[in-house]
């Protein structure tokens, strides 16, 4: 083999390489988009129920979630919360409508239309920096992708 045709297949090898890093890339982000919307549904269900019977959310934040052990493991990065994506999560009362939301910060862009249109109707609202999620809306969709940039925060309001 010659110089030439050694650098030609060293070349090939890791333009193949970098193709298949690319797709390693989206498969990763894609099992974190899962993994994310499943704990979300975890962590509202399990507040629900801690909180079921009481007036409202009163008290409601991530101490008190940690120790009472509802936040999914997965959620949990030493004493803090964080979602799959590097970002803090914040649980809060929502006084006035006697609900909670759960805030996600630092979403992808790629990722933020898909989790902030992720069982809208099974929340009180969703709310995409600073922007409310008309889930009636015929252009929901076109809005969402509006609200999004680079770097993401979701609010989930939930009763």
Excluded at 17 to 41: C, D, H, I, M, Y
Excluded at 55 to 70: E, I, M, S
Excluded at 134 to 152: A, F, G, M, P, Q
């Amino acid at each position: 083999m010659t110089l030439l045709e050694t650098l030609g297949a060293i070349l090939v090898g890791l333009i193949v390489l970098a193709g298949a890093a690319l797709g390693l890339s989206g498969a990763f982000s894609s099992s974190k988009l899962g993994e994310t919307e499943q704990n979300l549904v975890t962590l509202r269900m399990q507040v629900q129920h801690m909180f079921s019977g009481s007036a409202d959310y009163t008290g409601l934040d991530n101490a008190l979630a940690l120790k009472a052990g509802v936040v999914p493991k997965s959620f949990i990065k030493g004493e803090v919360l964080k979602n799959a994506f590097g970002g803090d999560i914040t649980l809060a009362p929502v006084t006035a409508d006697a609900a909670f939301s759960i805030e996600l910060t630092t979403i992808p862009q790629e990722e933020c239309t898909k989790l902030a249109k992720f069982q809208t109707d099974a929340w009180l609202a969703v709310d995409v920096n600073g922007h409310a999620v008309d889930r009636l809306s015929e252009s929901i969709v076109t809005d969402i992708v509006s609200y999004c940039n680079d770097t993401n925060n979701i609010i989930f309001t939930a009763r």
